[in-house]
């Protein structure tokens, strides 16, 4: 069945630092991939999302591109803030539709001022 | 204006109650789910209802119960609470089940002692 994988966590940086969270799936057909974000005490929040093959989302700095080639779609911002520190869920829903989003198990991330 | 609200908030029982949770999304949408995350921030959906049908039943017990009285609130009621039923449960919604984003409520973190 379609899976996910993302880099374990707790992540921490220092503000200004590079970011990536790795994002690995399998999945049967062309699934859209999604990162979610969860700040603490909410509920998630759509970040960026990619419908198809070498497309790039991006939201609020951040980057990911889907990448079928390596069943990749990897988390990236230049230079994190504070505002940033929340976990990220890495999801994909297939072709069939987005009745079932398939989530990976999250990745902390804690950035230091 | 809350797009998916839930109440309550938090809820701590005792094992063998029954107990509901409550969710409103005020989006128009036609579909609303149900995830559960566990305490390693695993989440899984449990249930999805478009326009007040059931359209996705995981492997779910028999003690919890869906509701949805109209396509703007879909409800969850649990019975025979066990200790394992602890989690936070979010509810979220979509425009159709093939809609890609979902947007989700701030979740009821249960805790059953």
């Known amino acids: 069945g379609n899976s996910v994988t993302q880099m374990e966590g707790p992540v921490t940086l220092s503000e200004e630092a590079f970011l990536t969270i790795n994002c690995t799936y399998t999945?049967?057909?062309?699934?859209?991939l999604f990162w979610y974000v969860q700040y603490p005490g909410e509920g998630l929040q759509l970040l960026l999302k990619?419908?198809?093959?070498?497309d790039k989302g991006s939201n609020k700095g951040f980057e990911a591109t889907y990448r079928k080639e390596t069943t990749s779609f990897h988390l990236e911002k230049g230079s994190v803030q504070v505002s940033d520190s929340a976990v990220y869920f890495c999801?994909?829903?297939?072709?069939?539709?987005?009745?079932?989003?398939?989530f990976g198990q999250g990745t902390r991330l804690t950035i230091n001022p | 204006d809350t797009a998916v609200s839930q109440t309550p908030k938090y809820l701590v029982t005792q094992m063998g109650n029954d107990k509901s949770i409550k969710c409103e999304q005020n989006?128009?949408?036609?579909?609303m789910y149900w995830y559960k995350q566990d305490s390693k921030k695993f989440l899984k959906i449990m249930f999805s209802?478009?326009?007040?049908?059931?359209?996705i039943n995981e492997t779910v017990p028999n003690r919890f119960s869906p509701k949805s009285p109209d396509k703007a609130h879909l409800n969850l009621h649990i019975n025979s609470l066990e200790l394992g039923d602890s989690a936070v449960y979010f509810c979220?919604?979509?425009?159709?089940?093939?809609?890609?984003?979902?947007?989700f409520g701030p979740g009821t973190r249960l805790l059953v002692l």
């Open positions: 979220a919604s979509s425009q159709g089940p093939r809609q890609e984003t979902q947007y």
């Open positions: 999945a049967t057909g062309y699934p859209s």
């Open positions: 990619a419908t198809k093959a070498d």
């Open positions: 999801a994909l829903s297939g072709e069939w539709g987005a009745q079932k989003l398939v």
């Open positions: 989006l128009g949408h036609d579909t």
């Open positions: 209802y478009n326009n007040k049908e059931l359209i």
